[in-house]
């Protein structure tokens, strides 16, 4: 019983000493990577520093130095939305790096994605990034100047939005009264059309009024001669008839 606890005793620590061994082996594989990094870095090869920051970064991914070497070389060769998002990871654990006494490395992270943020226009980022790299390095004066040029590209960028909107607000307008006076221009031509055809229908009506009016005079004059040259006729008969019995008695 006492060997078979040895035997694991011993397992254990074998397993632990492999274990500090590795662990010792990846942190000399991270520091030479980090080493040669900062050396390729130093001599301006930022695409070489960067390949040598990603080596330390596949044995360590938590390394905090190479992730933030790997920001500053993307950064360098203006590789903005792949620098923005080492820094990112490093500023959701501020708190822990300003614990740490890294306050430097953190302002300077914020002060690179200040400048991001102006490179993309986002003056409003821009601004708060610089607030935040001030409040950890108070006498950053590159920092201050950069700030207060964010400021001021800002309230040029908002002014520029509300002039915008306001010639967009007065184009609609126009745009809404032209609309109207065409409708009401069209309104107007349907009523004028709608009042020719009234006036051209009033006027057959009229036309057809007055023509059997006169249809009618004519029929009625046309009767009344009738009669009337009936009646000379009768009347002529009958002298005729009154002459012949004249003549008659004479006889």
């Known amino acids: 019983m006492d060997k078979m606890r040895r035997i694991r005793k011993s397992m254990i620590w074998m397993g632990a000493l492999l274990f500090c061994s590795g662990a010792v082996f990846a942190q000399k594989a991270e520091r030479k990577n980090v080493r040669e990094g900062n050396k390729l870095y130093g001599n301006e090869k930022f695409t070489e520093s960067e390949i040598a920051y990603r080596k330390s970064l596949e044995v360590n991914p938590r390394s905090v130095e190479g992730t933030y070497n790997l920001g500053n070389a993307l950064y360098k060769q203006k590789k903005f939305p792949e620098a923005a998002e080492q820094y990112q990871l490093l500023t959701g654990i501020a708190e822990k790096m300003a614990e740490t006494e890294e306050e430097a490395r953190l302002a300077n992270i914020f002060h690179n994605l200040g400048d991001i943020s102006m490179q993309n226009k986002e003056y409003d980022k821009s601004v708060e990034a610089f607030k935040q790299s001030l409040r950890l390095n108070p006498a950053d004066d590159e920092t201050r100047y950069n700030l207060a040029l964010a400021q001021k590209l800002l309230e040029n960028q908002q002014n520029e ?31 004028q059309q709608d009042d020719k055809k009234e006036n051209k229908t009033q006027q057959e009506q009229q036309q057809n009024e007055q023509m059997s009016r006169d249809n009618a005079q004519q029929m009625l004059d046309a009767f009344l001669q009738d009669e009337k040259d009936t009646q000379e006729k009768v009347k002529k008969a009958q002298a005729q008839q009154q002459q012949r019995r004249k003549t008659d008695k004479e006889w």
């Open 161 to 191: 939005n509300q002039d915008q909107n306001q010639d967009q607000q007065n184009q609609d307008k126009n745009e809404d009264q032209e609309n109207k006076d065409d409708q009401q221009q069209q309104d107007q031509q349907q009523q």
